[in-house]
């Protein structure tokens, strides 16, 4: 049986599998998996990546500025640390403005703690992670090729 908290992003470096955590943040493991079955994430770029602090995307313009067609999330902080390998959702000022963009952290970001929710971790792939072309914005970036759950 296909374990439905796997979510597999097949990116331009290579897959990368993240192990989708509802009991963390149940809201958003379910938000994130609706738009993953409209293949929302098919095609999205990542659009800011910071060396030695993490990867985001999520972005339907690529810019940042956008989000999906659903209303903003309400936060699920959790004591999860932001780790090499989490994952955890983008927002702007508001706490309660998460929405579609997500990030995975290259080291260490215990400054991020109970701030921003963690919502998955990355359990293979992470050197893809790694290879994933820097810069804020991002020229000619890496892009999220296919988003596939199970």
């Known amino acids: 049986m296909a374990d439905m908290n796997i979510l597999t992003l097949e990116t331009t470096k290579g897959p990368v599998v993240i192990k989708m955590r509802p009991d963390l943040a149940p809201g958003h493991v379910a938000h994130i998996s ?13 659009h800011r990546v910071i060396e030695g602090f993490m990867a985001q995307t999520g972005c ?3 810019t940042g500025t956008g989000g999906s067609k659903y209303p903003d999330l309400k936060a699920e902080f959790n004591a999860q640390p932001h780790v090499r390998g989490t994952v955890s959702m983008a927002r702007a000022q508001s706490p309660n403005s998460a929405n579609s963009q997500f990030f995975i952290c290259f080291k260490d970001a215990s400054f991020l703690d109970r701030q921003y929710t963690v919502w998955g971790e990355v359990v293979s792939g992470m050197e893809n ?3 994933i072309k ?3 914005p991002v020229r000619e970036p890496d892009k999220i090729v296919s988003a596939t759950l199970g």
């Open 129 to 131: 992670v790694d290879k």
């Open 60 to 62: 339907p313009h690529g």
């Open 134 to 136: 820097r810069g804020e």
């Open 34 to 46: 609706k738009l993953v079955g409209e293949k929302f994430y098919d095609g999205v770029v990542f």
